[in-house]
């Protein structure tokens, strides 16, 4: 079993387009999280949510929204994709934020504006 | 604010070799440190971390880590390189202050092992 699975794995989409990601843990975890991995392969956070409720929101643009129906989901969900969303968006989660606990990637989704 | 300086953004090794990965970090409270590590097309995966406790720490894969606080340093070494090890490393500071539980990233180093 896949403790953090997120769908689709590779997206080519049109500029324009409004498309989302799928992501859900099955590891009991309070804490989930969305990473962006540029193309120098420079990874930082976009959002954090513990028990359903935004903690992290990194200055994001207002284009990608994210949604967790329950503490084992969170989806991505970007509106008007733009060239330079091109990256690899990692789903994560963690037993709690802070404190050091481990915290658990999925194997990404690739995302390819063109 | 926390940040890491991973030095060397592109290592080469032979098989057999010394894998020696160098990581700074940069935090005003104590860190907690992480290795992680990213196979081609994949997702990251934990090798090791520090917290607290004991400053060398042991991974998976034969890796270790070892926190030293005069230096801000958190170098990844492993004995001996296998073909399997080429990868990409990505050292990541993080503090119990951190809201949400942020990780920050280094800039990722690329592991080749030649034959």
């Known amino acids: 079993d896949t403790a953090v699975s997120q769908t689709p794995k590779y997206l080519v989409t049109q500029m324009g387009n409004d498309k989302s990601i799928k992501c859900e843990q099955n590891?009991?975890?309070?804490?989930m999280y969305w990473y962006k991995q540029d193309s120098k392969k420079f990874l930082k956070i976009m959002f954090s949510?513990?028990?359903?409720?935004?903690?992290i929101n990194e200055t994001v643009p207002n284009r990608f929204s994210p949604k967790s129906p329950d503490k084992a989901h969170l989806n991505l969900h970007i509106n008007s994709l733009e060239l330079g969303d091109s990256a690899v968006y990692f789903c994560a989660s963690s037993t709690d934020r802070g404190s050091g606990n481990t915290i658990y990637f999925g194997e990404g989704s690739w995302l390819t504006v063109v | 604010a926390q940040s890491v300086t991973q030095l060397g953004s592109h290592v080469s090794v032979s098989e057999g070799a010394l894998v020696l990965l160098r990581c700074n970090y940069s935090s005003s409270v104590p860190p907690y440190l992480f290795w992680y590590v990213q196979y081609p097309n994949q997702g990251l995966q934990l090798l090791l971390k520090?917290?607290?406790?004991?400053?060398l720490v042991k991974g998976i894969n034969g890796f270790e880590a070892e926190f030293k606080k005069s230096e801000t340093s958190f170098h990844l070494t492993k004995p001996s390189a296998h073909m399997s090890d080429a990868a990409e490393y990505f050292c990541?500071?993080?503090?119990?202050?951190?809201?949400?539980?942020?990780?920050?990233f280094g800039q990722g180093t690329e592991l080749s092992v030649k034959p």
């Open positions: 520090y917290t607290t406790g004991a400053t």
């Open positions: 990541a500071v993080t503090t119990i202050y951190n809201q949400g539980g942020k990780l920050i």
């Open positions: 949510y513990n028990n359903k409720e935004l903690i």
């Open positions: 590891l009991g975890h309070d804490t």
